[in-house]
């Protein structure tokens, strides 16, 4: 098991918070229908609530930092589309970012912490 799972203070302990965590992860899908908003709304959520609910703040450090990951690999694919690879890549992408949000609210519904795989940790 990874280490940063069970650390203490990261799960979720009231419905509250598992219900906060929960949208916190899914507010990132609102990017199907309106690009932005599934950037903006984890941040908004996470900064209003991370120190009303600060089991939260991994969480949202978590999203953010999967926000940045994603948007450097597709930056990535770009480039990588020239020798066709790039294609896949960003698909891949895509359906990592439809996935992994969906995995933690499940998880954070559940009152667990859940680390998206592939996440470069910017914000510790």
């Not at 918070?17 to 929960?22: H, I, P, S, T």
């Not at 941040?43 to 703040?57: F, H, N, R, S, T």
Request: proline fraction near 6%; aromatic fraction near 10%.
């Amino acid at each position: 098991m990874n280490e940063m799972q069970h650390q203490p203070g990261m799960s979720l302990q009231t419905q509250e918070e598992r219900q906060m965590g929960m949208f916190l992860h899914l507010s990132q899908l609102a990017n199907v229908v309106l690009p932005p908003a599934g950037i903006v709304l984890p941040i908004v959520i996470w900064q209003i609530k991370k120190e009303e609910m600060p089991a939260l703040d991994a969480h949202g450090k978590m999203a953010v930092n999967w926000l940045i990951s994603s948007f450097i690999y597709i930056i990535i694919s770009l480039p990588l589309m020239l020798l066709l690879i790039g294609f896949f890549t960003a698909i891949a992408v895509g359906i990592c970012g439809m996935v992994f949000p969906i995995i933690a609210a499940v998880k954070a519904n559940n009152g667990e912490f859940w680390e998206y795989p592939l996440t470069i940790k910017f914000l510790k």
